[in-house]
């Protein structure tokens, strides 16, 4: 007497089991090669992808091996899972490839304190910068010299020696684009401690790089010099940056203690994932569709990029699910170590594998599991001016449209092979409020939003591997 | 020594005392009325708005008065809060315009239990639908039949006496369009006590219009029809809705007991809360901008739609704070009862104060504070065409582009005197995880999605001020 069983039962089983379920019902009109229709393609992913929502219950369960940092326990859980996922979802020429990648281990939980005449002793919340070396055993201290630029710094090189060089020019808010916001005050905490320690600072702390004022640190990436000292550097959030620097304009002689102690380990061993739902007619013909595995070790990575990894698993299961065989080969790539230096993605593109390959585009989801806007392809002008032809069935699945350009840093190097290089391209506004922190977790995740990428790099590699590019 | 002052101490200011400041600096020379340049002005719309998030501030004092139900003490103080704010921000011609609402009050908090052989009595998370008649004192126990459509009930007629009718169909996850599915399921709720009455059922239970599983009812309107019983009426959560859909499979003895003692009090006059921009060269024309001050009782409406009003202040001050002074007549109207009969709406439109005055464009923010995608403008085609000359600098805001079509419940009634009636279309893949429940509150909303709804507002306001339409 319940005409919708399927919707309400559906929650509980596994996606594996829902595969079996549904190619059983699988449409078979649109797998008819000589009349494609690609408009009941369309509709029969986006109602399917958003009736099972598949992809954040396989996000939950990557999340589950907890923080991925390249190198650690917990990334290899993540290249054990992902492969076990993928021989679920019954995805062929499963493998992994191996990737070198940098070990560095944050240690205990960084401590710090600001001590003014004013305020006394008053925490701080900061996380060491990945690549960090660790501070003395016993911490240090010193006086703090704020700057926004490094200008500004190089003109105040006198007052540095012996000081914590305080970083602290906020992410632009007044920017629409948080990416071109989060570019734009990203050097601080990459060569911040390069440009510090050039006139003998101590140790840098950063602001964290994000638009919220909360008491969460924001890691990342950073660069030493071999032409200067390597010095500590660490993130502090952007409620303890703020009360720095007033507490440092009522009492120019506060001092910082902080205490961290991380460590670079040698390098270790570790895989890029790779299945594939392989092509009927030119197998040899790949389109790719990836995220990065890794993730900073203050979370779970659930948007950065745990959602880019489900959304590929997931795209490739619900193009099985409707009993679709593709002419090309459709594949998922979880890459390793896109935060260390993109290793994974370097390492893909020259393995001895991909002779006899040809990848004709690849796609990689890195903005974050957020609304899908826009599918960026990076098409040259004329070609894409052809391809907008599709726009109106990415349209029909929830995208406001295509656009020109696009890629990610793992998928770059496939760009020297002629690849198209292609992105997902979502709201970014709450991006930022997540990113590299403690906050990037699964619940941050909205189960539908995640979904609607997945239906669109779904579509995206089925049209491209029936129709070439 | 710190070149960005303003992104960091304005969070500290109030609004009001942001706009003194503001126009102290003013750009000027959009305002030069011979040679408009409007790209300088979403620009500079665009970048104040972002740099200051005014609205959410606004928001938060809304949101503070607590639960806005119209004819509630809260609604009342959202009245003077309101009127308070365009005091302080500056608005011209403030003023309050009567209009008569209902007066339902849901008393304590309602009880529900699941009695069942084989799970004994288990709690229901239930609440009052707005306008339903209480449960007698001591409660209600039955029966329950589950029938997901008003036909299978026509069709089980005969089981319904004496029972509680649980309609449990889902608002359908396969749809994109997530008003679209509330649209179709919202009849159980709003027509399902006429229905079950009318075969002599004792009380409606409804699976509450989410999409989320979770323990969080929410409410909305219904109707009463004067040729049948007026039987109580609550919604239960979806988890709720699950536990008693399977327990009825197992048990289809199993009962219901619920108790709820809301009453209908007699209507009190309240007020729709009116202010402007006064035009310099045609005051009696009229770009409305409004959103809706009342909301459901079981929390603080901060997207339905506290949001709309924020946004709606928030935009003239926004425009006030650039020096601009519109050609037309720019005002802010905070309606009163949209969720209970709309008569704010209608009461406006007819008001003697309308004589005179020309509406030329009417823009409603009534679907949440989440990220703007388009503007929905409801000019006949060709209009639109020419419109859409436009189309670009909404895009230089943030927005996806124009669409055509658009309105709202509050500003309908205006449709009728030529008004052009618009809205901003969002982002509705999160807004029924919130709507109508205990769960919209301001921490659900985000800063700069909500601004940038108001900017795209200000904008549009500014340029049919300045150009008809």
Redo the contacts between chains.
Sequence with gaps: ????PR??NI?GLSCALLLLFGSLFAASDINKKNTPDYRSLARQL???G??E?CTYRILARITSTGPRLAGSSGAAAAVKLTREIMQELGFEAIHLEPTEVPHWVRGPEARARLVSSQLGSTPLSIAAIGGSVPTPDSGLSARVL?V??FA?LKARADEARGRIVFFN??M?????DTFSAYGAAADQRVQGAVEAARFGAKAVLVRSLT?R?DDYPHTGMMRYDPNTPRIPAACVSTKGA?LL?NTLEQDPGAQVFMSFQCRQMPPVMSDNVVGQLTGTDKPQEIILLGGHLDCWDLSHGAHDDGAGCAQALAALRLLKTLGLTPKRTIRAVMFMNEEFGGTGGIDYAAAPKRSGEKHLAALESDWGGF?P?RLGIGLPPKEYERFLRWEPLFRS??L??LSRGGGGVDIGPLGAQGTILCGLIT?S??YF?VHHSAKDVLETV?P??LE?GTIAMALFAYLVAEEGI
């Design positions: 007497m319940h005409p919708q919707l309400r929650l986006l109602e399917r958003l009736s929502q704020e926004d630029t500004e020019r906020p632009d808010p007044s920017n629409l638009m004022l703020e620097h609304l806007l699945v929830g406001q449209g709201d506004q709450r409020d909205h539908r939003e609607l």
